[in-house]
C-alpha cells in the first residue's frame, strides 16, 4: 500500500477530497463585443465539485465556532460560441487544429472588448441545502487565429479567469 506522500497530487485530490452533488441554478451566457467587431459568447460549466473530507462536520462547526474553512475544488469547462461580421468568415475546414498550432497561428492578440453582458453562474451544494457557489467567469486574453472551423468562423483563443464564492444560505 502507498503512503499518503507517495501518492501524486490528482490521486491525493482523489483520497483527500469527496464529491459533492449540486444543483444548477443559473448558468448564463456571457457576451462581449471584441474590437474585431465579433461577438463573444462565453458559458461556464460546472462539471464536478470536490471538498475536503469531513466537510460535514466542520460546516456543522463552523457555526458554532470562529475559523473553520474547509476546502473546494471544482471541474469545469468553458463553452465559446463567436459571431462574426462577413469581412472576419474564411475559408471552411473540418482540421482539428493541437493546441500548439493554434498558438502558433495567432495573428491579432490582446484583442479589446466590452462587456456587454456577464452575470454569476449559482449552485446549490447539497448539503442538506445550506451551501452555495457562485462563479464568475470572464475573459482576460483574447487572440484570433488565422485557421477557420467547418463554418468559415475564425478560431480565437481566450484566457478565462474566475471568481468564486461559496457561502451558506442565509
Known sequence: MKE???????????????????EVERENWNKYRLKDGAILKTKFVLINVLAEKGF???????????????????QSSNVIGVEVPPNLIGNPTNVHYSPQELEKSVVEDEIDFETISESW?????NVNG???MKVRNSPI????TDKFD????????V?????VKIFPKK
Open 159 to 163: 484566457d478565462f479567469t474566475a471568481d
Open 4 to 22: 499518503k506522500s507517495d501518492l501524486s497530487s490528482s490521486q491525493r485530490l482523489l483520497t483527500d477530497f469527496e464529491y459533492v452533488d449540486f
Open 141 to 144: 486574453r483574447i487572440r484570433r
Open 121 to 125: 453562474n449559482s449552485y446549490k451544494l
Open 56 to 74: 460535514k462536520e466542520k460546516i456543522k462547526r463552523a457555526k458554532t465556532e470562529m475559523g473553520i474553512g474547509v476546502g473546494f475544488t471544482f
Open 150 to 157: 467547418s463554418r468559415g468562423v475564425p478560431i480565437y483563443l
Open 130 to 132: 445550506e451551501i452555495y
